[in-house]
């Protein structure tokens, strides 16, 4: 296939499940598997087109916290937001030093698809039995952080799933409020490691093989769909439960798992 249509694809494939509950990293190698492989550094800038694209849609809260930050209830909030993304950079550096790298078979990606689901629908079942709660606590925060980790190191778990769920199961049991929390600690979160992957391609040399048209194009597609995709989400979770990503989780999980050869 084309390199540039491929790389589009990958885009709209980013785009579409980065915010979703559906884990964007399982997806894309998945995808890549008929695609074409793509760097890490690739994958986690076009995971930055989708960032930009929550900055862009949560840049009134964000104006809002910078021009009101002497204010100890937005001052609170912010540094709950630093906390968790600090634990989760500092955990990813002692995951990058240790040398873990992404599994290069489906096979795992699908049963934490499958397990991912099934949490899913037990978590939120739990968080729908406790008192609307739309405060961040510290251990909220906490968990947050470890939550990305978590998410990081076991492909297919979803971050986005992983950290909303584990912020309403924490205490935070409104939908929307453990939402925004989390996607807000994924601005700087992602940004980070966007960073961090160029410091190192330039380090190693490894610019001049990289395709930076494609990684350009895709980083336009995903932001845009991304755009969308969020959008979308932050209108339908106002009256409707996660149910059905934890379905489409489980179903795709078990098709992989029936369609591919074992250790595909």
């Known amino acids: ?19 979703l ?25 076009i995971q930055a087109g989708a960032i930009l694209a929550v900055t862009f849609i949560y840049w009134r809260t964000l104006w809002s916290m910078a021009r009101n930050w002497r204010r100890p209830e937005t001052r609170d909030y912010v540094m709950k937001l630093a906390v968790a993304f600090l634990i989760t950079a500092a955990l990813g550096l002692v995951v990058t ?9 489906v096979t795992p990606i699908a049963w934490a698809l499958i397990a991912g689901g099934i949490w899913m629908i037990v978590a939120e079942k739990v968080a729908m039995n406790r008192p609307d709660e ?37 205490g935070t049991s409104n939908r929307a409020a453990a939402t925004e929390f989390a996607f ?17 391609t330039f380090k190693h ?9 494609g990684l350009g194009v895709a980083f336009v597609v995903s932001t845009i769909v991304a755009f969308v995709a969020v959008k979308w989400l932050l209108g339908y979770i106002r009256s409707h439960k996660f149910t059905v990503f934890a379905v489409y989780r489980i179903v795709l999980g078990i098709a992989l798992l029936l369609l591919l050869p074992a250790g595909g």
């Open 205 to 213: 040399g490894g610019a001049a093989g990289e395709d930076w048209t």
């Open 97 to 105: 030093k240790l040398g873990f790298k992404l599994p290069e078979t």
């Open 184 to 200: 807000l600690v994924g601005i700087p979160t992602m940004y980070a490691a966007t960073g961090y992957e160029l410091l190192k």
């Open 1 to 19: 296939m084309n390199d540039l249509i491929s790389a589009i694809l990958l885009g709209i494939v980013e785009g579409i499940t980065e915010f």
């Open 21 to 45: 509950p559906v884990s964007s990293t399982g997806h894309l190698l998945i995808a890549e598997r008929w695609l074409g492989a793509r760097s890490d550094l690739f994958n986690v800038a």
């Open 134 to 170: 739309v405060a961040i606590s510290w251990r909220v925060a906490i968990l947050v952080g470890l939550a990305q980790i978590i998410a990081g190191v076991f492909p297919g778990t979803s971050r986005s799933a992983a950290t909303i769920f584990v912020a309403m199961l924490a």
